[in-house]
Structure formats: structure tokens, C-alpha cells
């Protein structure tokens, strides 16, 4: 028997090529609604008060006198030029200015405004449906004056 010639077997390999590609499976829609509602505010105001009480004093002085305070009353020395055999300073009186801190309390109606959001997903037909309940401010959460 003859030798045979030589055999050639190929030797084949499949690759495999992998890729992905986004395909839109739905949406999200959000509707943002604003809510009113009314909240009695109660808050301390402070005022002051000036009382003006002019002292008259009627004392020879060397000269003008500063401006100054005794407790919460400002004392303003007011002065004047007399014409003896010379000048001497006299003083006419004292211009008193009291401060008195007033509290009164007051109350007022306000309008507070909130923001409420609603979710829905859209899926590929176009149903929607609401993911999640809005969120309701606890009461109890808020701070106290």
C-alpha cells in the first residue's frame, strides 16, 4: 500500500463578539404641587420707650460739661454765658433721657407654603404608575418656639 500523503486538518476556532445597547423600558415622571396652609405665629416684640424730663439747676460751673450717664439715664448738662463783672458758666439745667425696654406679645396669621412631589413611573407602553405616597410633614417634627 502506498504511503499516504500527508493530511492537512484545519483547526477552526469561533470567536464570540459580545455587545450591549441601551433599549428604553420606561419613565419617570415627577409633578411637584404647592400646598397652603395657615399657622398662628406668637412672638415676643421688644420696644423702647424715651422719657425727656428737663431738671433745672441753676449752679455756677467752670466751664461746658460732658455728656453722662447714670444707670439707663443719659444726662445732656446745658449751659449759658452770663455777663456778671466776668463770664462765668451757670448751669441751666440737665436734659434726663430715661430708655425703658418695653415686651409686648404679638400674634399674627401667616400663609406658609410646602411643596409636595409626586413620582410615577412610564413603562414602554405608556401605563404609568405612582411609586410612592407624597410625604406628609409630621406635626411633631416641627420646631417649637
Do not use: C, Y
Request: aromatic residues 2%.
Amino acid at each position: 500500500m502506498p504511503e499516504d500523503p500527508e493530511v492537512v486538518i484545519p483547526v477552526v476556532a469561533e470567536e464570540l463578539m459580545v455587545d450591549k445597547e441601551r433599549v428604553p423600558t420606561g419613565s419617570v415622571r415627577v409633578h411637584r404641587h404647592v400646598e397652603t396652609h395657615e399657622e398662628k405665629l406668637a412672638l415676643p416684640l421688644v420696644r423702647e420707650r424715651v422719657d425727656v424730663r428737663r431738671v433745672p439747676i441753676g449752679k455756677i460751673v467752670d466751664g461746658p460739661l460732658p455728656v453722662r450717664k447714670e444707670g439707663d439715664t443719659t444726662i445732656v448738662p446745658v449751659v449759658e454765658e452770663v455777663l456778671v463783672a466776668r463770664t462765668e458758666f451757670r448751669l441751666v439745667e440737665e436734659i434726663r433721657i430715661t430708655r425703658t425696654a418695653i415686651r409686648d406679645h404679638h400674634s399674627e396669621t401667616v400663609t406658609l407654603h410646602r411643596q409636595r412631589a409626586e413620582v410615577e413611573r412610564v413603562n414602554a407602553e405608556g401605563e404609568t404608575k405612582t411609586l410612592d405616597q407624597p410625604f406628609i410633614k409630621d406635626e411633631n417634627m416641627l420646631p417649637r418656639a
